[in-house]
């Protein structure tokens, strides 16, 4: 696939077949992350990957976890979170995505969210959807304690054939122009 092709037509993906992805596939998307650039080339980078019923317990405790803040804040401050947990109950794979660097540099971070970048890119190249889940943040420690790690954790990653496609570039919406982004100093 093209380049300029898979940057203007992959999507986030949000509904998913009920359908297995061979490891093998994943361990493609997983490879693609670690060509990308990270902070004095710590590649700092770490893949937990779940399916099956180590998912489902994921997913148990994420839903618990969001049922008990919601009970604390109310549901109008749950904002996306219970629906970032649908998608991650029905999407066929699910990894989560740790920064193992022990330095603390911001950079660390930056290099973490490049590996996600290309394992979204490679998955749109093998025809399989993702969707970049922020939405852990709600219950993060929860999380972090149940997969035990002795990382950050820094995201999710919903992996799995789509069941829908969202349809031309952006679905309709426009991208901003690199004028109304960019400024060039001379």
Partial sequence: MDLDEALRKRRSIRSYLHKEVPEKLVRQVLEAATFAPSAKNGQQWRFTVLTG??????????RHELEVLCKKIGEEEMGSTFVSCSIMEEAPVVIM??????MGWETEKYSVAAAIQNM??????L????????????TIEALEQHLNKPWKLISAVALGWPDYIPNGPWDGRPRKSVDEVAEFLC
């Fill in 53 to 62: 019923t180590a998912k489902k317990d994921l997913t148990n405790r994420f």
């Fill in 97 to 102: 995505v740790w920064n193992a660097g022990d």
């Fill in 120 to 125: 979204l890119l490679k998955a749109h190249s």
């Fill in 127 to 138: 025809g399989l959807g993702t969707l970049w889940i922020g939405d852990i943040f709600a």
